[in-house]
């Protein structure tokens, strides 16, 4: 009876899933609930793809489908996901008090103008130095915004990064820099998300890496969230099973799911 916190519909610049086909998948998946929290990314860059976010279309669609859709097991929430960057801190803010959402992920897709999803970054220079530089620019994030409730796919970067050694290496060269975000969000009473996109994408563990939810739990980190990260039915929910014994052995016991921005949590079996 799993919750998936972290899916996108055709209101994002990724995605032409229709809202209900995301809806039904999860009811045949028996899930206990979904949020919808489509991309907001303001100031992507135009080379890369578009990322705003048709706010006066999206919240009441999304929350008009679930008051039609919800019933007694199984319930709809609205959320977004914003890409932060510090020099947009104000207008992030802005975006997510805008609506009653019930769930903001703050993610980070950019990192001083590129995505490390696109290979154009990585050409930039050392891959390793590249990887610092992203968890740096995360650590400024964090530092800027933090009207978020979780932390979105925190090692992101890994599920793109072109050596395949890395995709499964350890984070300990950017150990210090995690920490300190860790610390930030746990401060601040973030949760961690576990993103099982990476999964998807060749890795074999979730985004963050079991080193990483660990030194979250070590550092007296409490909350997680579970997200497929879907952008189509097929993935709502996807690898979900494979994460009770993993997060169990992290220290969690529970995942969190944020209505109307309060976490509620629910046993991971």
Same mark, same amino acid.
């Given at each position: ?19 209900l ?53 199984f319930t ?29 992920i ?33 650590? !400024?994030? *964090?530092? =800027?915004?933090? &009207? ?6 925190? $090692?992101?970067? /890994? ?17 210090e ?32 890496a ?11 980190g ?11 039915? !097929?993935? *709502?929910? =996807?690898?979900? &099973? ?6 169990? $052995?992290?220290? /969690? ?7 109307n921005?309060?976490?509620e ?5």
């Open positions: 009876m799993f919750w998936d916190n972290h899916m996108h519909c055709n209101f994002s610049g990724d995605s032409d899933a229709a809202p086909d995301m809806i039904n998948s999860a009811k045949s998946k028996g899930l206990r609930g979904i949020t919808f929290t489509d991309h907001l990314d303001i100031d992507y860059p135009e080379q890369f793809g578009f990322f705003e976010l048709d706010l006066d279309n999206y919240y009441p669609t999304i929350k008009a489908l679930a008051d039609e859709n919800s019933t007694e097991d709809i929430l609205t959320g977004l996901e914003i890409g932060i960057q510090p020099h947009i801190a104000d207008r992030c803010n802005k975006a997510v008090t805008d609506k009653p959402y019930d769930f903001i703050g993610s980070t897709h950019i990192v001083d103008g590129w995505d490390p999803y696109f290979e154009s970054f990585w050409s930039r220079g050392d891959e390793e130095a590249l990887l610092k530089r992203y968890y740096e620019f995360i650590l !400024e994030n *964090v530092t =800027a915004f933090t &009207n978020f409730d979780t932390l979105g796919h925190l $090692d992101y970067a /890994f599920r793109y990064a072109p050596t395949a050694q890395k995709k499964h290496n350890t984070h300990k060269p950017y150990a820099i995690i920490d300190a975000i860790l610390e930030i969000i746990i401060k601040n009473d973030k949760a961690l998300e576990i993103n099982t996109a990476a999964f998807r994408k060749g890795m074999n563990a979730p985004n963050p079991p080193s990483i939810i660990k030194r979250y739990h070590e550092l007296g409490k909350l997680i969230t579970l997200g497929a990260d879907a952008h189509t039915p !097929e993935d *709502v929910a =996807a690898d979900f &099973n494979l994460l009770p014994d993993l997060l169990e $052995d992290c220290g /969690f016991k529970e995942f969190a799911v944020y209505k921005r309060k976490p949590c629910y046993p991971l079996r």
